[in-house]
């Protein structure tokens, strides 16, 4: 998608700090983290929500979430532990219409939902 802000970082077009990289996924540090460690994981593909969700993704999906723990490694987080968060349309507070994993750690995150 031209006009979207994750396909343009897939794209190399807009830069990030990228931590995994591979065919089909890419993990990059929120540019406004909110925790310590602060990973964006999304499919290299365009699939604008969790609502876009398909059986059609499920190898996809499926890949995605296996490499949360390979990211959670890499940053130092594996074993203090995480959270994971996918926020989905207006009242799930989606900002950016590309389907993304957050991946938070690096500090004990307080029980919040909503
Ligand atoms: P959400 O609100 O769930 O849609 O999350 C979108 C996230 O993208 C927010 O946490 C933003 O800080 C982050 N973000 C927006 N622009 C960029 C960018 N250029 N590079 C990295 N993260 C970004
Ligand atoms: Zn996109």
């Known amino acids: 998608m031209d006009n979207c802000l994750f396909c343009r970082i897939v794209n190399k077009e807009i ?14 540090n929120d540019i406004q983290p909110q925790a ?5 994981l999304i499919p290299k593909t365009h699939v604008a929500s969790m609502n876009d969700v398909g059986r059609e993704h499920g190898d ?3 890949h995605l ?5 390979q990211v959670a490694e890499k940053m130092g987080i594996k074993d203090s532990g995480y959270r ?3 926020n989905c349309g207006k009242d799930g507070g989606q900002t950016v ?3 993304h994993y957050h991946i938070l750690g ?3 995150l ?5």
């Open 15 to 28: 830069p990030s700090r990228i931590v995994y990289e591979d065919d089909l996924v890419l993990g990059f």
């Open 36 to 40: 310590p460690v602060h990973v964006l």
């Open 60 to 62: 996809l999906v499926a």
């Open 65 to 69: 979430t296996s490499v949360i723990p």
């Open 84 to 86: 994971v968060v996918v």
């Open 97 to 99: 219409s590309h389907l």
């Open 106 to 108: 690096g500090k004990t």
């Open 110 to 114: 307080e029980v919040t939902f909503g």
